[in-house]
């Protein structure tokens, strides 16, 4: 633990010519804690929206905080702590997936249930609605290739700014732009085939 140190985590870095070093913040590194009741829900829908299955979400979630403790020490910049949690998100479920391949590979299933992470319970047509939203919009994602998918999922669901987009994923800013507005695009095109096609279930057949 680095307990006492702290302190001086937060102070500015000198440069030798008695400057203050511009690539470091001066803001202070917020604690697990706080981290934890921020950015829960947004380390949960990242992790979803990257794959992760219902049964593997809360142990997924659960590694992701682990790895931000051990790492909360090396974060340089606080004012990006959204992108460099949803780096490690990243990473964990690129791990996780490796792991489970592993695992089916050898015949191991996995049988948590999923918590819900919500205090109340929603009504039942609450949740049929929210039901058929999430399908709607999963088989929709579905059909974008995976760059687009997700950036579109960072920028739309997530709600993360294009910077926040370029920090996390290490790529330049008009390959984010360009990204988005063909992911938008894509999403667009296929919500209507979607949208045309459950207009023509829903027509009675004719006699």
């Known amino acids: 633990m680095m307990i006492g140190s702290k302190s001086n985590a937060s102070a500015p870095a ?12 001066y ?15 947004f380390v949960w829908s990242s992790a979803r929206h990257l794959g ?14 682990i790895v931000i403790h051990s790492r909360l020490a090396t974060l340089q910049r606080p004012e990006a702590l959204r992108s460099w949690i949803y ?20 015949g191991v299933r996995l049988g948590a249930e999923l918590k819900s992470s919500q205090p109340s319970q929603p009504s039942p047509l609450d ?13 929709v994602l579905a059909e974008l ?29 008009n390959t984010a732009y360009s990204r988005l507005r ?12 979607h949208e045309a096609r459950s207009e023509e279930n829903r027509r009675p057949c004719r006699p």
């Open 14 to 25: 000198i440069l030798p010519n008695g400057d203050p070093d511009p690539g470091l913040s």
């Open 27 to 41: 803001l202070p590194v917020p604690t697990l804690q706080t981290i934890y009741k921020q950015y829960f829900d």
């Open 52 to 65: 992760v299955a219902g049964d593997a979400i809360d142990d997924v979630v659960q590694d992701v905080f």
């Open 87 to 106: 780096g490690i998100v990243r990473r964990t479920v690129s791990d996780h997936r490796r792991a489970k391949r592993t695992r089916d590979a050898a």
């Open 127 to 139: 949740m049929a609605e929210r039901n058929a939203e999430l399908e709607l919009l999963e088989s």
């Open 145 to 173: 290739d995976e760059p687009k998918r997700e950036i579109f999922v960072m920028v739309e669901v997530l709600e993360m700014t294009v910077p926040e987009v370029v920090q996390a994923l290490e790529i330049p800013l």
């Open 182 to 193: 063909m992911a938008r695009q894509s999403f667009e095109e296929v919500l209507v085939r």
